[in-house]
Structures are given as C-alpha cells and as structure tokens.
C-alpha cells in the first residue's frame, strides 16, 4: 500500500502539469515546486517571525509552565544559523520530535524515529511513528533550504499524500491536512523542518541522528 501511494505520488509530480510558476531550480525540484498550489508556494516564509511573536504574546499572558519552560527551546531553534548543505545529508535513519505552538501554549514532544531515502528521482520524507505523522516528497530549494511536500495523518491512518496529486476533484477535508515546509541545516547531523504556519499554529520538527 505505501509503495503503491509512493509511486502514484512521484508519478503525479512528474508526470502533471504545474500549478503555478516554479523557481529557477533542477527539473526534478522545478516539477516538484510546479504541483503546489499558488497559496502554498511560499512554503513556510515568515514563520520566524510569526512564531516570535506568538511567543512574546505567550510569555505575558501564560500561566502555563509548560509553555514557559518551552519557549526557550523555541526561541533557540529560531535564532540558529542556517547553514549551506545539500538534500544528500538527509537520506538515512533519524529521531524527530515535534514542537507546536498556538494561541493556547507551547508544546514540545517526545522524539520519534523517522526515516528519509530516495525512491526514484524522489527523496521521500517518512515520520511515520507518533500519534501525528508527516509523509511526502523533498527537493533542494537553494543552498540554505531544502522544501517538503506532502501531508499530515493519524496513527490510525494509511498516509496521505498532498492533494493536488489525487486524481477527481479536491475536497476541502484532504486541503486540511496538505502540508509544506522549509527544512534547514542548523548543526552536525541536525535539522530543523518549519511547518507553513496556519491561523497562528506553528508547527517545527528538530531532527536529529
């Protein structure tokens, strides 16, 4: 079943024509930027200063310690250097935890494994454990960034995947869980995946080996 929806997946990128306008990039990540819909083709742009600013708010209004514990682990992953690498240092095995934020507090969980590998031209994201999972494709943006697209499911679930490559008419239900992000070197073997914020929610996975 996972194979089956990955190769329908790639083939859809590939094969359908573009959505909108793709950047100056590789024919691979210029058909993958092709399929998102004009709304999503700002990826995760302006998350920084978005999610600082929910925080700030967070900090005089919270009474949640919780929430005030996590902030600075937030505040950490928002000010960390991006630095230049290439989509190759993602392939393999990794721990991911996710940490989100909206108007009702800041949360960070538990890490999770995950896995990132080539299929075909593809490079596919797979967090396919925890209660929340993300599983979609990846193509290099620039030097800095590396984009995702694909989806949100449930544990209980068969993943996914983003809904301009499904075949009939989209629902607004299979919008709702589309999602893409911006994916960042900030370390040795460490990651940081920025989420499209949505109606103040902010959502980031810090991976890591």
């Keep these: 079943m996972v194979t089956r929806i990955l190769t329908i997946f790639i083939a ?3 094969g359908m024509p ?21 709304e999503d083709q700002s990826l995760a742009k302006g998350w920084e200063t978005g999610l600082q600013a929910l925080l700030d ?12 514990d996590a902030i600075p682990e937030f505040e950490r992953l928002i000010e960390a250097e991006h630095l230049a690498f290439s989509i190759e240092e993602l392939d393999g095995s990794w721990r991911m935890r996710s940490l989100q934020a909206t108007d009702y507090g800041a949360f960070i969980y538990q890490y999770f494994p995950a896995r990132i590998y080539p299929e075909a031209q593809a490079m596919v ?14 193509a290099q943006l620039d030097a800095e960034t590396v ?5 949100l499911y449930y544990g209980y679930e068969d993943p996914r995947i983003y809904s ?7 629902t607004e239900e299979q919008r709702e869980f589309d999602a ?12 940081l995946m920025a989420f499209a914020p949505s109606a103040n929610r902010f959502r980031l996975y810090e991976i890591r080996k």
């Design 12 to 14: 859809a990128m590939l």
């Design 164 to 170: 301009a490559m499904t075949p009939g008419e989209v």
């Design 180 to 191: 893409v992000a911006e994916i960042y070197k900030i370390g040795d073997n460490h990651f």
């Design 57 to 68: 708010e967070l900090k005089d209004s919270s009474e949640d310690q919780e929430t005030l």
């Design 125 to 138: 994201f797979d967090k396919n454990s925890g209660s929340q999972r993300h599983r979609g494709l990846m």
């Design 18 to 38: 573009a959505l909108g306008q793709a950047p100056d990039t590789g024919g691979y990540a210029k058909s993958l930027f092709g399929r998102l819909y004009p």
């Design 147 to 151: 984009f995702f697209v694909g989806a």
